[in-house]
């Protein structure tokens, strides 16, 4: 190529090279700036598609594993209303096995009667409360009560011990009362040997799975726990 040729090529191309890179460099700020003041919109419209996603798979869940719709908010604004007055979760039944022993003396003369109960308990949640959802920032927050007894049914009652006294004679009364103390006392063991924490425990595994989102879930309890 002579010499001529190649000075001409080189008066002609650098400009339009430094031309096409201040084009660029324009086009890329302007597509910055542009993303920069859409950049709010966006977020809410993503952060509400999400919301939008949680709220419809925490309805579905709990049709799914009760075939039934508690109250749900999301950010204390009401997303879906409740579909039944008594809107009761029971996730676990256990068979629960309790004894209990009455003596009484009078005059030197004792009575005695010893009972044995089987009875299954369930546990699972009261939803008469609203189950609550709050976006943070790094998190999704799932608000539900505590798990609690909600039922006892007798099984089976069996006397172990019936003793009279010989003047100190069991009543109707006596039995009455003491038959009535072992659905608590069922109660009670099947809170000590840890039946709701299992029912919370259950739940959480459940709602983990078919919840759907772009941070973590998190499943917070609340209220006060049940006490045996």
């Known amino acids: 190529m002579k010499p001529e040729a190649i000075e001409r090529r080189r008066k002609f191309s650098w400009p339009a090279a430094f031309a096409f890179a201040a084009l660029l460099l324009a086009a890329l700020v302007a597509f910055i700036f542009v993303r920069i003041e859409t950049w709010p919109s966006r977020t809410a419209r993503g952060t509400a598609d999400e919301l939008e996603r949680v709220g419809r798979d925490l ?11 508690p109250r749900i908010t999301v950010n204390d604004r009401v997303y879906v209303e409740r579909t039944t007055a008594s809107v009761e979760l029971a996730l676990l039944s256990r068979q629960i096995e ?19 109960g089987t009875f299954a308990v369930k546990a699972g ?21 505590h798990a609690m007894i909600l039922g006892v049914e007798q099984k089976s009652i069996e006397v172990l011990t019936f003793e009279n006294g010989f003047w100190n004679r069991i009543s109707a009364e006596d039995i009455e009362s003491e038959l009535a103390k072992l659905p608590e006392l069922a109660r009670e063991k099947a809170v000590q040997s840890g039946l709701p924490a299992e029912a919370e425990r259950a739940l959480q595994e459940q709602l983990t799975n078919r919840l759907h989102a772009n941070r973590p879930i998190h499943i917070v309890f609340t209220g006060s726990q049940p006490k045996g």
């Open 125 to 145: 949640f009261d939803l008469q409360k609203d189950v609550a959802v709050d976006f943070r920032a790094d998190e999704i927050a799932v608000r539900l009560p």
């Open 59 to 69: 309805r579905d869940a709990f049709m799914e594993i009760a075939h039934l719709q």
């Open 98 to 116: 309790v004894e209990h022993e009455f003596q009484h003396t009078w005059a030197g003369s004792t009575k005695r009667v010893k009972l044995h």
